[in-house]
């Protein structure tokens, strides 16, 4: 691999969703006939020439038509400079794929998993050289979220991880690397614990599943959007920062801690909240929800440029 | 009260970061004189001089001057449609403002408290007339942030919280209205439960304080300035919803929360965390995350009004 950027083909094992929005965010970034598809469905052409377009802005839907689909991995893999793969979630289709992807793919390329929760130490246990395993996990979908967390096992190579990050930052994405590995990784343990107070509040009675929406998308939403929760509360504590800000209400946040974190899956809670989702949202156009999330991403980005330029 | 707006004045009570926040918001909206600041402050005057015109438009700062400064309580509520306290955070004293102002204010003036944790039902103690006092939580600063948490007690009269849900609506902000009383109200309640999360998961070592703030700002963030959560993953449950969300990963879902919500305020975190957050951001441009959050907030709003006019 270059130092630029890549020479052979990028490799996506798996065309769910995850798989075709990668695939969106590499056509916008790499000549076409490189990307290469592996899935085993049967109707592979007819499902990705109908979805992927999805995807792609406007101007660059036929970009869509100009990669290659098989359901051979052994083959696809040869000229790989990178194989990402979001197959089924289970642990040993993992092993066992990476186990076959060792045995034909180029020494140097690099491979990269998108799991939501199979640390690459798992993963990794049938492959020869352990430390080629990286998770690059997205937030869905990740041709809109810049987020890419990486994970490493204890046995991946540190050259191989910045050859990863450099990769998603000439991308204009924010890759993060992890110290160690951890249960469900971080953006998803931080979302649902937010999500599970969210659904005790609405058991207890006090607010319905849309006014958390509500609530969310007017406070916390566009604030994170633009400063993290760190930052937020170290700017609430004024001149003491996050130290002040606990000095000032640790009392509070306690209290709110002793009272949350209550409710566990199965308990009972569920039908009454699915319920009030499905009555409030029916089925939801994600499309909308991809263009609203990029015009924000591109208003935080604007007005950094300007603070950049203008309050520096 | 008119149906349309309000005759009397506004009166807001503590001039804090709140009070201030909250008296250029209404300065946007409402004739000037009608605005009275009361606190005991002996630089009341140069302080709110100094301060308000940073929370006000560059054209329309002349009108920082324009409203009454008073230590007189008594007097200053007499002509008053709204009285909106943001004093000390300590039950005692609001029990003895509300029965002070009850006394001298117009009978069909609403009491509106800022507290973010002391319950109307807790401060309307020595009130004539309980059913008039509402909490009214906003998310700071006011003047930028849409939410305000309309939190009543038992006693609340239902046609003065109709009365605060017209106003705050004309003032386009979001107010929501709790059906019952709950420690630390909704949105800490969320945000507390993720800040929570995020400490653990930096005092284990997994990542840091700046890099939970570019993981939050890079994927959830945007995500829920748009869709709060529930929407979210009502979406990522594909037809099958929210149902179909816990469904397929309800079982990651429970181990997230099976390994979270373990740390308290005191055990030993502090120090690291503190010194992270410090070194990282010192001291933070409070002016820069507003204009910042209010260009995020424009964004959903044209990309709200876009989809009504194109897409539906």
Do not use: C, F, I, V
């Given at each position: 691999m270059s130092s630029q950027d890549i020479d052979g083909d990028i490799v996506l094992i798996g065309a769910g969703t995850i798989g075709l929005s990668f695939a969106a965010l590499h056509l916008q970034h790499q000549s076409a006939v490189k990307l290469k598809i592996v899935d085993p469905r049967p109707d592979l052409e007819f499902y990705v020439t109908e979805?992927?377009?999805?995807?792609?802005p406007d101007n660059q839907?036929?970009?869509?038509?100009?990669l290659t689909l098989t359901s051979d991995l052994a083959s696809a893999v040869q000229n790989a400079s990178i194989v990402q793969e979001q197959g089924p979630e289970n642990a040993h289709f993992k092993k066992r794929i990476w186990e076959e992807i060792e045995k034909h793919a180029p020494k140097n390329a690099l491979f990269w998993s998108s799991t939501s929760g199979i640390p690459a130490s798992v993963q990794n246990?049938?492959?020869?050289?352990?430390?080629r395993l990286l998770v690059v996990h997205p937030y869905n979908p990740p041709h809109v979220m810049p987020l890419l967390e990486l994970v490493p096992s204890p046995e991946t190579s540190e050259d191989l991880i910045q050859q990863a990050l450099s990769f998603w930052r000439r991308r204009s994405r924010e890759p993060v690397v992890f110290k160690k590995e951890c249960t469900g990784f971080v953006a998803n343990r931080l979302a649902f614990a937010l999500l599970r107070e969210a659904i005790q509040l609405v058991n207890e009675g006090v607010v319905t599943v849309e006014e958390v929406d509500t609530i969310v998308q007017s406070s916390m939403g566009p604030r994170w959007a633009v400063w993290g929760p760190f930052k937020s509360y170290h700017a609430g504590g004024g001149a003491g920062g996050l130290e002040g800000f606990f000095k000032n209400i640790g009392g509070t946040v306690q209290a709110c801690w002793d009272e949350g974190g209550k409710v566990n899956v199965?308990?009972?809670?569920e039908e009454k909240i699915f319920k009030q989702a499905q009555d409030a949202y029916g089925v939801v156009d994600t499309q909308k929800r991809d263009k609203m999330t990029s015009e924000v991403l591109g208003a935080v980005a604007d007005a950094k440029e300007v603070r950049q330029q203008v309050w520096k």
């Open positions: 979805t992927l377009p999805k995807y792609l839907k036929q970009l869509a038509r100009s246990e049938r492959m020869m050289d352990k430390s199965g308990e009972g809670w």
